[in-house]
């Protein structure tokens, strides 16, 4: 991969966690401006008043046109709506890239009605943490963690790079390159399945006083991603709905062979099944 020169005006639209974590962490990278965008005055007042940003606007149309690269840190279908709605404002021959966690359609909506003279890049920084909002943005929450990337046929490989390179440099451990539909299939089961489990286990909770006085560190562990931001993954799974739902039902039998056993009392099953469930961890891991 070549060397880059980040000399470039950048513009972070959505500092909520995501957005301004990756604002802090590209002005390591001594570009000439980060600017951000979010319609709430008072993120972007906290973002101003913390450096995330070196200025901050509630409006984005004058901006646009001075960004070499535009980071839009929004919900999935309100990425496609800023892009769409901002078509005329944004910079001849620079790059978008999004960081939210559904690719197929936000990639197939956006390159639809996209000019030749911009270039879209789906991506997906695979961190997070239980708070959101700008309060709790950091530098570091990409350091180690991997970075998704989802190139279309439109996308050129010197930018594909320089996306790359960024990347590496603010902290991620591993650049990854797939389809969009690949992604989905692939993220249904590592980021949103276990939201799915954290959300059902709470929910099947029947009285919360009983339970405060016998929780240990393993079921902390299960549901912290109960901790879960409404709208955003009420989105996230409709959106992705096919590929969810087939992880769900592959669950499904998963539990199943376990409730029979259980009721069964099959011990010899059970130790089969774990034993196998721990090989199988390991390899991950």
């Given at each position: 991969?070549?060397?880059h020169?980040?000399?470039?005006?950048?513009v972070?639209?959505?500092?909520?966690l995501?957005?301004?974590?990756?604002?802090?962490?590209?002005?390591?990278l001594k570009?000439?401006?980060?600017?951000?965008?979010?319609?709430?005055?008072d993120?972007?007042d906290?973002?101003l008043?913390?450096?995330i940003?070196?200025?901050?606007?509630?409006s984005?149309?004058?901006?646009?046109?001075?960004?070499?690269?535009?980071?839009?840190?929004l919900?999935p279908?309100n990425?496609?709506e800023?892009?769409?709605?901002?078509?005329k404002n944004?910079?001849?021959n620079?790059?978008?890239?999004?960081v939210s966690g559904i690719k197929?359609?936000?990639?197939?909506?956006?390159n639809?009605?996209l000019?030749?003279?911009?270039?879209?890049i789906?991506t997906?920084?695979?961190a997070g943490?239980?708070?959101r909002?700008?309060?709790?943005?950091?530098d570091?929450?990409?350091?180690g963690t991997?970075?998704?990337?989802?190139?279309?046929?439109r996308?050129?490989?010197?930018?594909?790079?320089?996306?790359?390179?960024?990347?590496?440099?603010?902290?991620?451990?591993?650049?990854?390159?797939?389809?969009?539909?690949e992604h989905?299939d692939?993220?249904?089961?590592t980021?949103q399945?276990p939201h799915?489990?954290a959300a059902a286990l709470?929910?099947?909770?029947?009285?919360?006083?009983d339970v405060?006085?016998?929780?240990?560190?393993?079921f902390?562990?299960?549901?912290r991603v109960?901790?879960?931001?409404?709208e955003?993954?009420?989105?996230?799974?409709?959106v992705?709905?096919?590929?969810?739902i087939g992880k769900?039902e592959?669950f499904?039998e998963?539990?199943?062979?376990?409730?029979?056993?259980?009721?069964l009392?099959?011990?010899?099953?059970?130790?089969?099944i774990f034993?196998?469930?721990?090989y199988?961890r390991?390899?991950?891991f």
């Amino acid at each position: 991969m070549e060397d880059h020169d980040f000399r470039l005006n950048i513009v972070v639209v959505g500092l909520g966690l995501i957005g301004s974590s990756f604002a802090m962490a590209l002005k390591k990278l001594k570009p000439k401006n980060i600017w951000g965008i979010d319609k709430d005055k008072d993120t972007v007042d906290i973002a101003l008043s913390k450096n995330i940003i070196d200025k901050g606007f509630t409006s984005e149309r004058y901006i646009l046109k001075t960004a070499d690269i535009t980071v839009i840190a929004l919900y999935p279908e309100n990425t496609v709506e800023f892009v769409k709605e901002n078509i005329k404002n944004f910079k001849k021959n620079s790059i978008i890239i999004d960081v939210s966690g559904i690719k197929s359609k936000v990639v197939e909506d956006i390159n639809s009605f996209l000019p030749e003279d911009l270039e879209f890049i789906g991506t997906h920084p695979m961190a997070g943490r239980e708070n959101r909002g700008v309060k709790y943005a950091r530098d570091d929450i990409f350091n180690g963690t991997n970075y998704v990337i989802t190139p279309s046929c439109r996308n050129k490989e010197k930018n594909l790079d320089l996306i790359e390179s960024i990347a590496k440099k603010i902290g991620f451990k591993n650049v990854v390159y797939t389809s969009p539909k690949e992604h989905d299939d692939m993220i249904a089961f590592t980021s949103q399945m276990p939201h799915v489990l954290a959300a059902a286990l709470i929910d099947s909770i029947t009285d919360e006083s009983d339970v405060n006085l016998f929780i240990g560190g393993s079921f902390k562990d299960v549901t912290r991603v109960a901790l879960i931001n409404p709208e955003l993954w009420a989105e996230l799974f409709t959106v992705n709905s096919d590929a969810l739902i087939g992880k769900i039902e592959k669950f499904e039998e998963s539990l199943d062979r376990i409730r029979t056993a259980v009721k069964l009392k099959d011990r010899q099953t059970l130790c089969a099944i774990f034993k196998d469930v721990t090989y199988k961890r390991k390899q991950i891991f």
